[in-house]
């Protein structure tokens, strides 16, 4: 109850902070600047979406999201310190400052473009069913009375309430819990996109990926809202990343297969 507490807190003074214009301060230090005089980039990321971001067998935080805010780190020759957030918390310990930028799985939407600013789209996902083996669950139009897990406060939820509204929405915070449900038969279907899936597939005999792919889903890197100087540094890096290839060595490295979409204005 207390950790929801703060996640409300958050999100209290993210819009506080939003409507009042506070956000990015006249005069301020604009994130770039920040990052320089800290010597430190604060990265928002997931710790247990496999493969964006998670805690390795050797108890390291990795994944595709990770490398991309330590390529961040690394154009602007300072370190990084990685700063677990979830799909509820990242916005807000964005535009509260507790992070510099957020690569957390995170769709570009025009709601969300409210109250954070975006980069250009790094990766594009597409949300699908993981279920039991043995589920006789094969698409959307299966889910009628079965029980879903997913994302609460996500662009997944709301895509699953609209495409299947006979389902049961069984919301978490983080993937952790909706995966355990499932594993766990509290839920007869888990919803995420599509690398997502196939990433908590890895170790995990008993489960597959059923039916088409039902969503676009543009992943961004969130800085905070106006920060222009933030938002166009981070877009330099991505492009300088696909052009150097390196994009491509990270994607293959968390994917196991080539980049099928150029990063926009790279090609």
Not at 39 to 63: A, E, H, I, R, S
Not at 226 to 239: E, H, W
């Amino acid at each position: 109850m207390r950790g929801w507490r703060t996640v409300r807190s958050l999100a209290t003074a993210a819009a506080i902070l939003v409507a009042a214009g506070w956000a990015t301060p006249s005069g301020a230090q604009s994130a770039p600047e920040a990052i320089k005089a800290r010597g430190t980039l604060l990265g928002g990321v997931k710790y247990d979406t496999p493969p964006f971001g998670f805690v390795d067998q050797d108890n390291q935080v990795v994944g595709f999201d990770v490398d991309l805010v330590k390529e961040v780190a690394r154009a602007a020759g300072v370190g990084v310190e990685l700063v677990k957030v979830t799909s509820p918390t990242r916005i807000p310990m964005l535009v509260s400052g507790n992070v510099d930028v957020v690569a957390a799985s995170m769709t570009h939407t025009p709601d969300r473009e409210k109250t954070i600013d975006f980069s250009i789209t790094y990766y594009t996902g597409a949300q699908t069913l993981l279920v039991p083996d043995k589920s006789p669950i094969r698409g959307l139009k299966d889910l009628q009375g079965k029980t879903v897990a997913v994302q609460q406060g996500t662009t997944l939820e709301r895509t699953l309430a609209a495409l299947a509204p006979g389902a049961k929405v069984l919301p978490f915070r983080d993937y952790t819990g909706a995966w355990l449900a499932v594993r766990q038969g509290r839920a007869d279907a888990l919803t995420g996109s599509y690398d997502i899936m196939r990433g908590f597939l890895r170790g995990a005999p008993g489960f597959k990926i059923v039916g088409e792919k039902f969503s676009v889903e543009p992943f961004g890197i969130g800085v905070r809202k106006g920060d222009a100087a933030m938002r166009d540094f981070v877009n330099r890096v991505l492009r300088d990343l696909w052009a150097s290839r390196r994009y491509h060595e990270l994607y293959r490295k968390w994917f196991e297969l080539d980049p099928e979409i150029p990063i926009p204005g790279a090609q």
